[in-house]
């Protein structure tokens, strides 16, 4: 059985390499260049299209490579480094915002699907939303 290398422990170091991309990016280059900085040997393009966050940040940053102008790709060094951190931090907050989405409408679902199901008592359902969530444990 392969080795697993993308794991939750590996999975924000991908994004982060994702998310400070400059230049041209392919999945044969972000493979490589992610297989390295994970210390293997390759890493399969298939086994990166098998997580939805790393597709979807790929889409986001791919997208973001093509609006940038061709001014904002030579100018000087500090410039250069503001603009890269910049839209780093633009594609993370465009993800976050997109998981945040994500989320309201999962939870949206949740109360409509309490709301349908026969006999379910409302306050249970709010005591149960606003509890705090339990400590994960390692």
Do not use: C
């Amino acid at each position: 059985m392969p080795k697993k290398i993308i794991t939750d422990k590996t999975l924000p170091e991908a994004l982060g390499l994702l998310h400070s991309w400059q230049g041209k990016l392919t999945w044969d280059l972000y493979a490589t260049k992610l297989a390295k900085r994970l210390k293997v040997d390759r890493i399969a393009k298939r086994s990166l299209y098998k997580h939805d966050e790393i597709v979807e940040v790929y889409n986001l940053v791919k997208a973001r490579l093509k609006e940038q102008s061709p001014a904002e790709k030579a100018t000087d060094a500090t410039n250069e480094r503001l603009r890269r951190e910049n839209s780093e931090l633009r594609s993370q907050l465009e993800h976050q915002t997109q998981k945040v989405k994500n989320l309201q409408g999962a939870i949206l679902r949740l109360q409509y699907n309490a709301y349908l199901f026969p006999g379910m008592d409302t306050k249970k359902l709010a005591d149960l939303l606003t509890r705090p969530l339990p400590t994960e444990t390692d």
